[in-house]
């Protein structure tokens, strides 16, 4: 049934799954504190929910448990890096941390990542460099069904292609924008989908290229075996930035862009191009600062928005989610645990018996 369930109890749950799908421990308690923080993040989207989607991945052989990143070349200040279809979760940290080094070596980093499976919630890997005291930018392309419909197409040629960018800020919280190139995430429709909710008009088109609010369309084969497709964001400008994160993410890393009929596999590769500055190398720390400072400030002492409680900048509404989530726990609806508890019955099954 649906429940709120604690944070620790979550992570220990979701990391048993993955060690019968073959995980070390190391790495299943990383790709679940990874999942856990998405939801906590209040990216359901990104978060547990995703579990069962691996759980087959693996099974196909799509993802392969316990696998690292390979340095395909390093030029110090340029890294391009393949993630061999391993956890993006593992893939993603272990990256970063190399792109942070060099970033704090050389004062920049250019790294692409090809081949990771899922990286979930960008915004983990920008929250990772701007603790560094980095700026990062991150471009990722999606090779999976193709679920976003180009300015003026009727049906789905590519994936979400997530855009990021991550700003520290002397003594506040981060910026941290992170999103999804299409006007929601594919993940937020599977929500709706489980939850039994249809979504606000302008969001989606059908099989047959209608405007539809049924979440389905995008989640479940339609009566004649097609999909429906999410719409990009912003129109023809937010389409232009999808195309970017397909050249950026896939083409210019190496790992490739979709151009290919839809299949059935349930493996999510992702590619990303990340971009890493160090503003104490530029000579521009201390005006970088007071400006940063001095404009989010200025934000806000506007006067506030019918109908809001405050002005934000992003990165807020993670900031309290988290806060809220680790005291009420996460809520799981029925049919997302359901589908949790049987990709662990599916996880068992592969286990060699003793």
């Known amino acids: 049934m649906s429940k709120h369930i604690a944070v620790p109890e979550l992570r220990a749950q979701v990391a048993s799954v993955l060690i019968a799908c073959g995980s070390s421990t190391e790495e299943a308690n990383t790709v679940a504190s990874n999942l856990v923080m998405a939801n906590l993040s209040g990216h359901d989207s990104h978060g547990v929910g995703m579990l069962p989607r691996y759980v087959d991945a693996v099974l196909e052989g799509g993802l392969k448990p316990n696998t690292h990143v390979g340095i395909q070349l390093d030029l110090g200040t340029m890294l391009t890096l393949d993630g061999r279809t391993g956890y993006g979760q593992v893939i993603g940290e272990e990256a970063m941390n190399l792109g942070v080094a060099r970033a704090k070596q050389h ?7 090809a081949n990771a499976h899922h990286l979930g919630r960008i915004g983990h890997w920008a929250e990772m460099a701007v603790d560094q005291g980095l700026v990062s930018l991150h ?18 040629r590519f994936g979400t292609n997530p855009c990021c960018i991550g700003i520290p800020l002397k003594g506040r919280s981060p910026f941290i924008l992170d999103f999804a190139t299409s006007r929601v995430a594919q993940g937020k429709m599977r929500v709706a989908h489980n939850e039994g909710h249809a979504v606000a008009p302008g969001l989606l088109i059908d099989e047959l290229g209608m405007p539809t609010t049924d979440p389905g369309v995008v989640v479940v084969p339609q009566s004649n075996g097609l999909f429906g497709a999410l719409l990009t964001f912003g129109e023809h400008k937010g389409y232009g930035m999808a195309v970017a994160c397909e050249l950026l993410g896939g083409a210019l890393s190496g790992g490739g862009t979709w151009h290919q009929p839809a299949d059935a596999r349930r493996a999510v590769l992702n590619s990303m191009l990340t971009i890493l500055i160090d503003p104490q190398r530029m000579g521009t720390q201390s005006r970088f600062e007071e400006e940063a400072g001095a404009f989010v400030d200025w934000l806000g002492q506007g ?29 799981i609806d029925d049919i997302t645990w359901a589908e949790i508890e049987n990709a662990a019955l599916r996880a ?3 286990r060699t018996p003793p």
Do not use: H
Not at 107 to 113: E, N, Q, V
Not at 139 to 155: H, L, M, Q, Y
């Open 107 to 113: 004062g920049s980093c250019i790294m692409t990542l």
């Open 139 to 156: 471009f990722v392309n999606v090779k999976s069904r193709p679920v976003v419909a180009p300015w003026g197409g009727g049906d789905g």
């Open 303 to 331: 006067p506030v928005a019918t109908g809001y409680d405050s002005v934000q900048i992003a990165g807020d509404p993670e900031r309290r989610a988290r806060a809220e989530r680790e005291r009420a726990g996460i809520y």
């Open 348 to 350: 068992d099954l592969t």
